[in-house]
């Protein structure tokens, strides 16, 4: 019995992140980051994430949110809007090592 309870102290703690919860978002018509109505210039399909990484059930990083994410987006393309916006999530999970992420995509305006 002895030699089971650390093994199942790591199976339990693996298995914990596995329950998270995350907000999402689905044909959102547009996302401003500013008040200037003027039409921008069109960059494109544009992707933003934040990750959350844990090793042994243990999280080495912050928890993702959509804000980061969403943030992520718009600082690699400097945009002041997006449009068509949905998000996502994605997991790895191989073996002692999990990566869990909020994935935001649209059409992103300068």
């Known amino acids: 019995m002895k030699r089971l309870l650390p093994f199942g102290c790591v199976l339990v703690c693996a298995a914990l992140p596995a329950c998270t919860h995350y907000d999402y978002a689905k044909d959102v018509k547009m996302i401003s ?10 960059v494109g399909p544009v992707r933003g994430e934040s990750c ?4 042994l059930g243990i999280p080495t990083s ?4 959509l804000d980061q994410a969403v943030a992520d987006a718009r600082a ?3 945009l002041r809007y997006m449009n068509d916006v949905a998000t996502d999530h994605t ?3 191989v ?8 994935v935001v995509t ?3 305006f300068q």
Request: some cysteine; overall charge negative; charged content about 30%.
């Open 91 to 93: 997991d790895l999970e």
């Open 33 to 42: 980051f500013d008040h200037d109505l003027s039409p921008g210039r069109g």
């Open 62 to 65: 912050e928890e993702p949110t």
């Open 76 to 78: 690699q393309n400097r």
């Open 95 to 102: 073996i002692f090592f999990a990566r869990r992420c909020i």
């Open 106 to 108: 649209g059409t992103g």
């Open 52 to 55: 959350q990484e844990s090793f």
